[in-house]
């Protein structure tokens, strides 16, 4: 008698597992929805904060742009260091150095974009793909404290290096 | 009858290898997935050009030639428009819409942003008229002060861009929260800009 009471409390003590299978399908519907498959890397930092906007238009793959509060990088290499300095409002600011500068342009970011330019041309010329077609588009993506006059050398040198058309990188706000 | 009794008993399914698939799955989906939605603004650089010849004398044959002048007092707005007293002469030219605060200041440690400073409702309401006037004009150009914050331009972008509280028609509107205002967005060298700029 004894022994038939220990054989069924055995048998009833298998693990339930149909309650989390329940929760991991819900877990899974949730981050299937949420997957984007884009070759475009957003990381902000404490140095890239994003600004956000009610843009919808959806971030396409071209040659990355990155201003952070210390750093300008090209497609995740890094190009030129930025400095901090209070302006005479007092405000806390940021600027490319002099020394890396001729006027408005970049030395250093116009010699990059410039061979970004022509590697994007050649691999057009070589492939005559359209859709590898040169348009110079340049994803830009800016912290929202950095002051408009850095802005402005970064757009005057890219213009100079042919990519005229800048998509600014945003958080959207929409929900898009 | 015990027969019969074990015979209705459901075999339980063997949920372990779907538990196995389900758990590889979902370390890789959160990698994967983006919790935050990015966009893009597109913007141009000024098209550098001859002027374009017009009739002078004729008001409506002008182009409108909107801009916005974005600074720490505020929006001013000008152009070749009868609400944008563009016969006037010197300062009186343009529309000035001051911010709520001086200085336009924001506390974000408040939990503030530009939009609280700035007065996007007047800037919104003065672009839909323009608009209801010339719906077939897409284009302004920005020219905000060299020291602005870069969110501040890009809240200027998307108050001159749309109106989400504008009514909205399907053809007209497509890709826009609400009414489209001027969706080609232009940005110019700034106010006191170096030369040899843009």
Do not use: W
Not at chain 1, 77 to 88: F, I, K, P, R
Not at chain 2, 40 to 52: Q, R
């Amino acid at each position: 008698m004894a022994g038939k009471k220990t054989r069924r409390a055995v048998a009833e003590g298998g693990l339930t597992i149909t309650s989390l299978m329940d929760a991991m399908t819900i877990i899974l519907c949730f981050l299937l929805k949420s997957y984007e498959a884009s070759d475009v890397t957003v990381t902000p930092s404490d140095d890239l904060k994003i600004p956000s906007s009610s843009a919808l238009a959806p971030i396409k793959s071209t040659v990355q742009l990155i201003v952070s509060q210390s750093r300008i990088l090209v497609d995740g290499e890094h190009v030129v260091n930025l400095q901090e300095y209070v302006d005479d409002e007092g405000r806390t600011t940021f600027e490319v150095p002099e020394d890396e500068k001729k006027g408005q342009l970049i030395s250093e970011l116009f010699n990059n974009l410039d061979r970004k330019a022509q590697d994007l041309k050649q691999i057009h010329d070589s492939t005559g793909l359209t859709e590898a077609e040169f348009k110079g588009q340049i994803l830009l993506q800016c912290d929202r404290n950095l002051p408009f006059s850095l802005i402005r050398e970064v757009m005057y040198t890219a213009g100079q290096a042919q990519f005229g058309e800048f998509k600014f990188v945003v958080v959207s706000t929409s929900g898009g | 009858m015990r027969a019969k009794k074990r015979g209705t008993t459901a075999e339980e399914l063997n949920l372990v290898p779907i538990m196995n698939l389900v758990t590889i799955l979902i370390p890789f989906l959160l990698m994967a997935a983006q919790f935050v939605s990015y966009a893009v603004i597109d913007s141009t650089l000024p098209a550098i050009g001859p002027p374009v010849e017009t009739e002078e004398d004729d008001p409506d044959e002008k182009p409108l030639s909107l801009q916005v002048m974005i600074s720490f007092e505020g929006f001013a707005v000008g152009g070749n428009h009868k609400l944008l007293n563009s016969d006037a002469e010197g300062d009186e030219r343009g529309v000035k819409i001051p911010c709520h605060s001086p200085g336009c200041t924001y506390s974000v440690e408040g939990g503030e942003g530009p939009e609280d400073a700035y007065d996007l409702k007047e800037l919104r309401t003065l672009l839909g008229n323009i608009k209801d006037d010339k719906p077939e004009e897409q284009n302004v150009i920005l020219v905000p002060d060299p020291s602005l914050p870069y969110e501040v331009l890009v809240m200027a972008m998307d108050a001159t861009r749309e109106d989400p509280e504008g009514t909205s028609t399907e053809d007209a509107d497509a890709g826009c929260n609400g009414r489209c205002l001027f969706p080609y967005v232009v940005i110019s060298g700034g106010v006191g800009a170096a030369s040899g700029g843009e």
